[in-house]
């Protein structure tokens, strides 16, 4: 599953940036037919509202991506430490062209479901369209939470199953096979339930297959 992944994201590096900024008229019409025109530039700022302008304290991006939508974000917290993390070198080469010259921004290799940090030693975590391509997400959610202090931030976006049949038989028979998700994936209510019982206090917002939140441990 690992290799599959790697190997999904390394043949779409040259697309990825285009599909989900809808760049082109084939990525708007790919996203108006199979995502309910979900505008995925309108969530990640969403997402990153929740991260104060004068953030100054430890920030976990986990998976970093290509940094398309947060590098203008992350390279104006000069005073917060960020640390990006990604399992695919493709994707994270592609980071560190864009977050590399910022001496409070550093681009790691890593596992999300065995992250190489302290307990309780982040003060917010960043997900932005990354859950669904997590093969073991129990892991996942367990260790977000075990790295976050008391009070921490856990702010995200990903697909969930369940509103649109057309996007979970897109998920189901393309996406996932080609590796670009990992099944399982939780449903609205599941989602909730698991927030929920790992954190005092969420803000779970839903746009078409899409969610967006905010949990504070």
């Given at each position: 599953?690992?290799?599959?992944?790697?190997?999904?994201?390394?043949?779409?590096?040259?697309?990825?940036?285009?599909?989900?900024?809808?760049?082109?008229?084939?990525?708007?019409l790919?996203?108006?037919?199979?995502?309910?025109?979900?505008?995925?530039?309108?969530?990640?700022?969403?997402?990153?509202?929740?991260?104060?302008?004068?953030?100054?304290?430890?920030?976990?991006?986990?998976?970093?991506?290509?940094?398309?939508?947060?590098?203008?974000?992350?390279?104006?917290?000069?005073?917060?430490?960020?640390?990006?993390?990604?399992?695919?070198?493709?994707?994270?080469?592609?980071?560190?062209?864009?977050?590399?010259?910022?001496?409070?921004?550093k681009?790691?290799?890593?596992?999300?479901?065995?992250?190489?940090?302290?307990?309780?030693?982040?003060?917010?975590?960043?997900?932005?369209?990354?859950?669904?391509a997590?093969?073991?997400?129990?892991?996942?959610?367990?260790?977000?939470?075990?790295?976050?202090?008391?009070?921490?931030?856990?702010?995200?976006?990903?697909?969930?199953?369940?509103?649109?049949k057309?996007?979970?038989?897109l998920?189901?028979?393309?996406?996932?096979?080609?590796?670009?998700?990992?099944?399982?994936?939780?449903?609205?209510?599941?989602?909730?339930?698991?927030?929920?019982?790992?954190?005092?206090?969420?803000?779970?917002?839903?746009?078409?297959?899409?969610?967006?939140?905010?949990?504070?441990?």
């Amino acid at each position: 599953m690992a290799d599959k992944i790697q190997n999904a994201y390394e043949t779409s590096k040259n697309i990825y940036d285009d599909v989900l900024t809808q760049r082109n008229i084939f990525s708007k019409l790919y996203i108006k037919l199979f995502w309910s025109g979900t505008d995925d530039n309108d969530i990640a700022r969403k997402v990153l509202s929740y991260v104060p302008d004068d953030f100054s304290g430890n920030l976990l991006d986990v998976p970093v991506g290509t940094a398309v939508f947060t590098e203008n974000k992350w390279s104006s917290l000069k005073n917060a430490h960020i640390t990006c993390i990604d399992y695919s070198m493709d994707m994270l080469e592609q980071a560190r062209k864009r977050l590399g010259s910022h001496a409070h921004i550093k681009c790691i290799q890593g596992d999300v479901g065995n992250l190489q940090m302290e307990n309780e030693s982040v003060d917010t975590v960043v997900s932005m369209n990354g859950f669904h391509a997590f093969p073991d997400k129990q892991k996942a959610f367990h260790e977000i939470w075990r790295v976050l202090k008391p009070g921490g931030n856990f702010i995200a976006c990903f697909y969930i199953r369940g509103k649109s049949k057309r996007t979970d038989w897109l998920v189901k028979n393309i996406l996932a096979k080609k590796g670009w998700f990992s099944p399982p994936f939780q449903t609205e209510k599941e989602l909730r339930d698991i927030l929920q019982k790992l954190y005092k206090e969420t803000d779970i917002h839903v746009d078409g297959s899409m969610v967006y939140f905010r949990c504070v441990k």
